[in-house]
């Protein structure tokens, strides 16, 4: 009996120190778009061995709006992180329909920062921050110090693989936070597509 109450108390206790709340969320700050290697309006360029060329069309920055989150907290402690983003609309050479190349989608609570990519179909998601320092814990990731691309040096590269084979186009992906994306190979044929020039403003 004694026990039989003990639980009744305990709960009783545990609802007593519970308590909904809403929380506001902001809208993306505008501010925030210095994380990103795009500006609207970009063209990016790559050229294989074959002097093809393939490009990719920024169209428009979609941002999220402000809303209200409810949630619960027990003794004060809170249960809920607002969550915002951006999404950079684009077409390319091989598809003129518009479609999201990049999201990047941040947490208030963390230094979070995903970027998340669909190139040519190969969808893949990266957070420069907390990911790549710890980069060898991930088996379809590896850090390229320098990039030689065009007589120019990039740094901090991280070359992203399709271990999955989730791709029928993408076999790997070279890219960079500063940056973006720098070369991307193909699947079947190997055809190395690298980036010709600097997004243009």
């Not at 700050?29 to 990103?36: F, M």
């Not at 850090?143 to 791709?167: E, K, W």
């Not at 890219?175 to 010709?196: A, M, P, Q, R, Y």
Request: overall charge negative.
């Amino acid at each position: 009996m004694k026990r039989i109450s003990h639980i009744i108390i305990a709960v009783v206790f545990l609802f007593s120190g519970s308590c909904k709340k809403e929380k506001s969320c902001p809208a993306f700050n505008e501010n925030d778009l210095q994380y990103i290697a795009y500006a609207e309006f970009d063209t990016l360029t790559f050229t294989n061995n074959q002097n093809d060329t393939f490009q990719i069309y920024i169209e428009e920055f979609h941002f999220s709006e402000s809303y209200k989150e409810k949630y619960e907290t027990v003794f004060n402690v809170k249960k809920i992180a607002c969550l915002n983003y951006v999404d950079l609309f684009a077409s390319d050479s091989r598809n003129t329909s518009s479609y999201v190349f990049l999201k990047m989608e941040q947490s208030d609570v963390s230094e979070m920062r995903y970027f998340k990519y669909n190139l040519l179909d190969f969808y893949f998601e990266i957070d420069f921050e907390n990911e790549v320092p710890y980069i060898d814990d991930f088996d379809y990731m590896e850090l390229v110090p320098n990039l030689s691309i065009n007589d120019t040096i990039y740094n901090n590269v991280v070359r992203y693989r399709d271990i999955q084979h989730s791709s029928e186009v993408i076999q790997s992906v070279y890219l960079n936070k500063k940056d973006g994306i720098l070369k991307f190979v193909e699947n079947v044929s190997g055809v190395e597509w690298i980036k010709t020039k600097k997004p243009s403003s």
